[in-house]
């Protein structure tokens, strides 16, 4: 599917802090969702999880993805995303503990040894309301 851009309702939700539900696809075709923080980069939206999570081993054996947000002022007011990702190793883990100030005004606080990786998500479906 061809790339798309995100429209300004879109950018500004989920570059906002907002939390947003990702939703995966375990091997045996079910879904799995859990909810992240993220920001916009370009037309990207990106966010950090851990090496060997379900979301990373769902994505990195199947790359599409599904994100919604919503505003939490207004939930009816929302975006979706549908797409491909691309992963990248984190290991200074910086974009977690940028998302951590945004999202708690603090450090991150790494609950044991873990390996950070970056997904960045490229939309090929942008809705919003």
Known sequence: MAEKALNDKARALFDGKNFVTVATINADGAPQASP??????????VFSTTRGRRKHTNLV??????????????????????????????????????????YTGGPWKPQGPE???????????VFSR
Request: proline share 6%.
């Open 61 to 102: 054996r199947d790359p599409r993805i599904n994100l919604t947000t919503y505003d939490l002022a207004n939930p009816y007011d929302y975006a979706e995303i549908r797409g491909t990702v691309t992963i990248e190793d984190d290991p200074d883990a910086e974009l977690i503990e940028e998302l951590s100030q945004k």
């Open 115 to 125: 390996e950070r990786v970056i997904v960045r998500v490229t939309p090929s479906y």
């Open 36 to 45: 992240v923080w993220a920001k916009v980069d370009g037309d990207a939206v």
